[in-house]
Nanobody
Framework: QVQLVESGGGLVHAGGSLRLSCAAS????????MGWYRQTPGNQRERVAI???????SYAPSVKDRFTISRNNADSTVSLQMNSLKPEDTAVYYC????????WGQGTQVTVSS
């Protein structure tokens, strides 16, 4: 399994930006499709963006053109640049493989104030 540590969350005003990072270890990172997911209280975790081993990307419609996922296979990290943030982006953000493995990291809280 891949071990995951997310960082970079925080409090930002609507329209602002944040960059999330995820450090992965324990498996062959470069061969995995990696993704960012988010979850709000009482709701299921939703997939935000995924990136393939060769950096092919896919985004949820709600974040397309605002978020950018990227990866660095040399240091086993995956990032999520979030621009034009909206209050509805408020959530705990997690990274994981895609499909997601059972073990999740602690996540990082993103709060967007209106």
């Amino acid at each position: 399994q891949v071990q995951l540590v997310e960082s970079g969350g925080g409090l930002v005003h609507a329209g602002g930006s944040l960059r999330l990072s995820c450090a992965a270890s324990g498996s062959i990172f470069s061969r995995n499709i990696m993704g960012w997911y988010r979850q709000t209280p009482g709701n299921q975790r939703e997939r935000v963006a995924i990136i393939g081993p060769s950096s092919t990307t896919s985004y949820a419609p709600s974040v397309k053109d605002r978020f950018t996922i990227s990866r660095n296979n040399a240091d086993s990290t995956v990032s999520l640049q979030m621009n034009s943030l909206k209050p509805e982006d408020t959530a705990v953000y997690y990274c994981n493989t895609f499909p997601a493995q059972d073990k999740w990291g602690q996540g990082t809280q993103v709060t967007v104030s209106s």
